[in-house]
């Protein structure tokens, strides 16, 4: 493992390891331990008291962040007909069908997201190889495939997250820009443990809420104590 530099074991020094901090402390924490040149992100990291392995016991969904997520996010469409002016008069930067396909399949890649409507779906298919592990292939569980193009393009720009367990057991999140400040990175946080909460899986047994980390881009991990929880959600 690479050795870390003084600035990282600065950040470290301040951190109590054996300590679980409420949600305040342990966000003011993080952002004090923000040192890059950067504006950092604020991620977050959820254990579950699931089991992946079993369908019944998968946590998938998206979020809709109330502060966003504080970057801009590319938006391609795959539609046809009005439906291509309706996604770029919502904020789309590419929108198109085949012509578009193809331009993907020489290689272009220059966006962050894709929404597709249900009529295009066969033919999205066939650039699946290459959406797919990009984790660019639009999908109807995320709201991603649908005809209400609009809708689906302002919620991508307003800071929509979508997450998924790992094999694990831990969902990992980002909640938002350090520039954001502790009030507004909170209320992300707020909608997003809100959320895993009302998506627990009846299969899922005992604790749910196993464990919390939030940490900045380059800052050092520091543990949440679960049951925080109850001072953040309703």
Known sequence: MPKR??????????????KRYTF???????L?????????????????????RHADQMVRGTVVLPNGLG??????????????????DAGADVAGGEELIEKIKE??????????????????????KILGPRGLMPNAKLGTVTFDVAKA???????????RVEKTGIVHAPMGKVSFGPEK?????????DTLIRLKPAAAKGTYLRGIAISTTMGPGIRIDP????????
């Open 153 to 163: 393009v302002q919620e991508i720009k307003a800071g929509k997250v979508d997450f």
């Open 71 to 88: 970057k801009v996010v590319r938006v391609v469409v795959f539609a046809k007909g009005e439906k291509v002016k309706e996604a770029l």
């Open 107 to 128: 290689g272009w890649l220059e966006f962050d997201k894709a929404v597709a409507t249900p009529d295009m779906m066969g033919q999205v298919g066939k650039i699946g």
């Open 5 to 18: 530099g003084k600035k990282y074991r600065a950040a470290l020094e301040k951190v109590d390891r054996t």
């Open 185 to 193: 990175l909170m209320q992300n946080i707020s909608t997003f443990i």
């Open 32 to 52: 004090q331990c923000a040192y890059a040149s950067f504006d950092e992100t604020l991620d977050i990291a959820v254990r579950l008291g699931v089991d992946p």
């Open 24 to 30: 305040e402390e342990g966000l003011n924490l993080a």
């Open 227 to 234: 049951l925080a929880v109850k001072t953040i959600v309703g």
